[in-house]
């Protein structure tokens, strides 16, 4: 039988937004091949649709509506001409119906045939083929009736903890940890409710959780000529909800013997379901032992960690194997070390909230360090999709010097005007367990609010940061001693005060500052040895980047009362989304802590609590409202001290 002939790809469309579709089109355009975009309406000035050759309308904001309307994006590749169709990650990445739609419609899918991913796209019948190949798989419950009676009987048999599992999709959506039979019912309605918001799907299966695993993925690659390989390791146990936060490769700490088993196994869950394309195999891992979770059959999120090592382009592999080129060589061995740190719109401070508006600064670290980005600065982040800004990616000779290099990286990135978790991202870059490589799946969620420096102690040393900068004669006023910012008297050295107003900050900061000397704090401390920090003076604030966190210090008079600077018990929406309840009426009595609201945004649910004690004065909206970031919920009167 002869080999299948190449054939050339010569037009691409990305069936994406964001980093992911920017990422491809710069590989594409290396290669010679015309670039198409698609877009929605809140994408229309998107980055990704100015790095395009050519860019096709597919809808109004809502996915279903545009990047997931399968029929819309087929019309946009008949109309631009494409010969090919890159699905990137999320979306229609791992639709198989959208697979197959492509070879019908005799454009090539960059990624595997439908029934490959049909096969590993339903986790339960994926966990069964994984079995027959002599992959280990975690001891769990899949089946057909999906009644709560029946799921608590199956819970309750497999053991706990139990994780109760979304049979499609992926992302960390629709799962939900029991630790009890207790807790089993409200589990499965709370992931049954997102997995049908998120996939359209909301039948479950049971697995054990494993307490405190690891997380490592094995990438592989096949192509038609029935070559398929490993390409090594990735650790992502640093995770959040789920979604992962941090990457490296290869993954530390791993034994020779189980790295090695790890990478044939990958292999055999590939060729189990006769894989083409990129794909990767993820694992959970505990001591020596490793069980297959999943198959995510696309490009992942974290693929340039391997592309570092390796010193290659997954993408150009991904296309070229598309065209029917076979496979080159495996790289012998990862040269190095490589972190990937993912930027997210997010509040870590504010259960890290999705967060939108428009990029006011933008700067990434130059040098070797590379970033995948998904805005350029002035663009606007919108909350209607997921909440990836860029990917920092850095590469040493060993980990350590890697990590350095990761460190300093975050630091030098600046983004203003969009709350982002580069002040996570840092602390996580110090982090003694991180660093030691002593990472599992829970490390984040087990430091809690611990993970970032106490709030109160950072908002007082950008203030004396700020206090310092406002102070300090510039250059020629120094000379004039009428112009000096000290406090000087006839009678001898003075102090001058100064106020600063935090958004989010009921009081105002005050801070002393002598005419000799550092400012003293009156709510915070400059300590000695303070790491990079970078502080700009405007007219009418102060702006502080310290630990990768942004502070806009306003200068307010003496005496200017706090309830003038946005105090009071007014619950507001953090982030644009949909109500999906209101857990208290008007007049309700609730204790600081109390959920109030439950908002969905980004296909995530987010209870809102009470910050304060007391009593609900009015009650603003309604399940199944659409709010605004800023829009009052409800009002809460206090309860008098005392």
């Given at each position: 039988?002869?080999s299948?002939?190449a054939?050339p790809?010569?037009?691409?469309?990305?069936?994406n937004r964001?980093?992911i579709?920017?990422?491809v089109?710069r590989t594409?355009?290396?290669l010679?091949?015309?670039t198409?975009?698609?877009?929605s309406d809140?994408?229309?000035d998107?980055l990704?649709?100015?790095s395009a050759?050519?860019?096709?309308r597919v809808?109004?904001?809502?996915a279903?509506?545009s990047?997931?309307?399968?029929?819309?994006?087929?019309?946009?590749?008949?109309?631009?001409?494409s010969?090919?169709?890159?699905?990137?990650?999320g979306?229609l990445s791992q639709?198989?119906?959208f697979?197959?739609?492509?070879?019908a419609a005799g454009?090539?899918f960059?990624g595997?045939?439908g029934?490959a991913?049909r096969?590993?796209?339903?986790k339960d019948e994926a966990?069964a083929l994984?079995?027959?190949a002599?992959v280990p798989?975690?001891?769990g419950w899949?089946?057909e009736?999906?009644?709560?009676a029946t799921l608590c009987?199956?819970?309750?048999?497999?053991?706990?903890?139990?994780?109760?599992?979304?049979?499609?999709?992926?992302g960390g959506?629709?799962?939900?940890?029991a630790?009890s039979?207790?807790?089993?019912?409200?589990?499965?309605?709370a992931?049954?409710?997102?997995?049908?918001?998120?996939?359209g799907?909301?039948?479950?299966?049971?697995?054990?959780?494993?307490e405190s695993?690891?997380?490592?993925?094995v990438q592989?690659i096949?192509?038609?000529?029935g070559?398929c390989?490993?390409?090594?390791?990735r650790d992502c146990s640093?995770?959040?909800?789920?979604?992962?936060?941090?990457e490296e490769?290869?993954a530390?700490g791993l034994?020779v013997?189980?790295r090695?088993?790890l990478?044939q196994?990958a292999?055999?869950?590939?060729?189990a379901v006769?894989?083409e394309n990129?794909g990767?195999?993820?694992?959970i891992?505990?001591g020596?032992?490793g069980?297959?979770?999943e198959m995510?059959?696309?490009?992942q999120v974290?693929h340039?960690?391997?592309?570092?090592?390796?010193?290659?382009?997954?993408?150009?592999?991904?296309l070229?194997?598309a065209?029917g080129e076979?496979?080159?060589?495996?790289?012998?061995?990862?040269?190095g070390?490589?972190f990937?740190?993912?930027?997210y719109a997010?509040d870590?401070?504010?259960?890290?909230l999705?967060a939108g508006?428009?990029v006011e600064v933008?700067?990434?670290?130059g040098?070797?360090?590379?970033v995948?980005?998904?805005?350029?600065q002035?663009?606007?982040?919108?909350t209607?999709?997921d909440?990836?800004?860029?990917?920092?990616?850095v590469?040493?000779?060993s980990?350590?010097?890697a990590?350095?290099?990761?460190?300093?990286?975050?630091?030098?990135?600046r983004?203003?005007?969009v709350?982002?978790?580069?002040?996570?991202?840092?602390?996580?870059s110090r982090d003694?367990?991180?660093?030691a490589g002593?990472?599992?799946?829970?490390?984040i969620?087990?430091r809690?609010d611990?993970?970032l420096p106490d709030?109160?102690?950072q908002?007082?040393?950008?203030?004396?940061l700020?206090?310092i900068?406002?102070?300090?004669?510039t250059?020629?006023?120094?000379l004039?001693p009428?112009?000096?910012?000290?406090?000087?008297?006839v009678?001898?050295?003075?102090?001058?005060?100064?106020?600063f107003?935090?958004?989010?900050?009921?009081?105002?900061l005050?801070?002393v500052?002598p005419l000799?000397g550092?400012p003293?704090?009156?709510?915070?401390?400059?300590a000695?040895?303070?790491?990079?920090?970078?502080?700009a003076?405007?007219?009418?604030?102060v702006?502080?980047w310290?630990?990768?966190e942004?502070?806009r210090?306003a200068r307010v008079?003496k005496g200017t009362p706090?309830?003038?600077?946005?105090?009071g018990?007014?619950v507001l929406?953090?982030?644009?989304?949909?109500?999906l309840d209101?857990?208290?009426?008007e007049g309700s009595?609730?204790?600081?802590g109390?959920?109030l609201?439950?908002?969905?945004?980004?296909?995530?649910?987010?209870?809102?609590r009470?910050a304060?004690?007391g009593?609900v004065?009015?009650v603003?909206?309604?399940a199944g409202q659409r709010v605004r970031?800023?829009?009052?919920?409800l009002s809460i009167?206090g309860e008098?001290?005392?």
């Amino acid at each position: 039988m002869s080999s299948p002939v190449a054939r050339p790809l010569r037009t691409l469309l990305v069936a994406n937004r964001g980093e992911i579709a920017c990422r491809v089109m710069r590989t594409a355009d290396r290669l010679g091949m015309r670039t198409v975009a698609i877009h929605s309406d809140a994408d229309v000035d998107a980055l990704h649709v100015r790095s395009a050759d050519l860019a096709v309308r597919v809808g109004p904001a809502a996915a279903r509506e545009s990047y997931l309307d399968i029929e819309a994006v087929l019309r946009a590749a008949r109309e631009s001409g494409s010969d090919a169709i890159h699905p990137g990650y999320g979306f229609l990445s791992q639709n198989a119906d959208f697979a197959d739609a492509c070879a019908a419609a005799g454009i090539v899918f960059v990624g595997p045939g439908g029934a490959a991913m049909r096969a590993m796209g339903r986790k339960d019948e994926a966990k069964a083929l994984m079995r027959a190949a002599g992959v280990p798989v975690v001891p769990g419950w899949q089946g057909e009736v999906q009644d709560e009676a029946t799921l608590c009987r199956e819970a309750e048999r497999v053991g706990f903890p139990l994780l109760v599992k979304a049979i499609a999709g992926g992302g960390g959506k629709g799962m939900r940890v029991a630790r009890s039979l207790a807790e089993v019912p409200a589990a499965i309605s709370a992931a049954r409710g997102e997995a049908e918001r998120a996939f359209g799907d909301g039948r479950l299966l049971l697995e054990r959780y494993i307490e405190s695993p690891r997380h490592v993925e094995v990438q592989v690659i096949a192509d038609r000529h029935g070559n398929c390989l490993h390409l090594y390791e990735r650790d992502c146990s640093l995770q959040r909800r789920y979604q992962k936060v941090i990457e490296e490769c290869p993954a530390p700490g791993l034994s020779v013997a189980l790295r090695e088993r790890l990478h044939q196994a990958a292999v055999r869950a590939a060729q189990a379901v006769g894989y083409e394309n990129a794909g990767t195999v993820e694992f959970i891992v505990a001591g020596e032992e490793g069980w297959f979770l999943e198959m995510n059959t696309r490009l992942q999120v974290e693929h340039p960690v391997t592309e570092a090592v390796l010193g290659i382009d997954l993408v150009e592999w991904q296309l070229r194997v598309a065209a029917g080129e076979p496979l080159p060589a495996r790289p012998a061995a990862p040269r190095g070390h490589a972190f990937e740190a993912r930027v997210y719109a997010e509040d870590p401070r504010n259960g890290y909230l999705p967060a939108g508006g428009r990029v006011e600064v933008l700067r990434w670290p130059g040098g070797a360090v590379r970033v995948d980005a998904a805005v350029e600065q002035g663009d606007r982040v919108v909350t209607d999709y997921d909440a990836l800004l860029a990917k920092v990616i850095v590469h040493g000779s060993s980990r350590e010097a890697a990590l350095r290099e990761l460190e300093v990286a975050l630091l030098a990135s600046r983004v203003e005007g969009v709350t982002t978790n580069l002040a996570a991202l840092v602390a996580l870059s110090r982090d003694a367990d991180f660093r030691a490589g002593r990472m599992t799946t829970g490390l984040i969620d087990a430091r809690g609010d611990a993970l970032l420096p106490d709030h109160a102690a950072q908002c007082g040393r950008a203030a004396g940061l700020a206090a310092i900068a406002l102070l300090t004669p510039t250059a020629g006023a120094a000379l004039d001693p009428w112009a000096a910012k000290d406090g000087w008297r006839v009678q001898g050295p003075g102090e001058t005060e100064v106020r600063f107003m935090l958004p989010g900050v009921e009081k105002p900061l005050v801070v002393v500052a002598p005419l000799a000397g550092t400012p003293g704090l009156a709510d915070g401390a400059i300590a000695g040895n303070e790491p990079p920090v970078e502080v700009a003076v405007h007219p009418d604030e102060v702006r502080v980047w310290l630990d990768g966190e942004f502070f806009r210090l306003a200068r307010v008079a003496k005496g200017t009362p706090a309830e003038a600077m946005g105090g009071g018990g007014q619950v507001l929406a953090p982030m644009p989304g949909a109500v999906l309840d209101i857990k208290v009426t008007e007049g309700s009595q609730v204790e600081r802590g109390q959920p109030l609201v439950v908002l969905e945004a980004m296909k995530m649910e987010h209870t809102l609590r009470a910050a304060v004690a007391g009593r609900v004065t009015s009650v603003d909206a309604r399940a199944g409202q659409r709010v605004r970031e800023g829009e009052r919920l409800l009002s809460i009167e206090g309860e008098a001290a005392g």
